[in-house]
Nanobody, 116 residues
Framework: QVQLVESGGGLVQAGGSLRLSCVAS????????MAWYRRAPGKQRELVAT???????NYADSVQGRFTISRDNAKNTVFLQMNSLEPEDTAVYHC??????????WGQGTQVTVSS
């Protein structure tokens, strides 16, 4: 079992920035991938960004060029740097970790609200 704890959410004006953090209860070195998802009110869950064990990253088209996912294996932490935030980015952001056959672990989420 792995616990994932997100932090860094909050209220920001459009055009601003936030940096989300996700700390895992054990080493993230061997996870196949770690990702950030978001769920906005009335919308389906959306995969925002993924970082694979080899360092490759993928982004949703809606955040490409604005968001950056990174990881610090020594600190068991994954980050999501969010720049040029838009009201459409308002959502609860969840961290997730893919642990091979064990499947995905999920954090409780952190609220991000972007005001216009």
């Amino acid at each position: 079992q792995v616990q994932l704890v997100e932090s860094g959410g909050g209220l920001v004006q459009a055009g601003g920035s936030l940096r989300l953090s996700c700390v895992a209860s054990r080493s993230i070195f061997n996870f196949n991938a770690m990702a950030w998802y978001r769920r906005a009110p009335g919308k389906q869950r959306e995969l925002v960004a993924t970082i694979f064990s080899g360092g490759t990253t993928n982004y949703a088209d809606s955040v490409q060029g604005r968001f950056t996912i990174s990881r610090d294996n020594a600190k068991n932490t994954v980050f999501l740097q969010m720049n040029s935030l838009e009201p459409e980015d308002t959502a609860v952001y969840h961290c997730a970790a893919l642990d091979g056959p064990a499947g995905w672990y999920w954090g409780q989420g952190t609220q991000v609200t972007v005001s216009s």
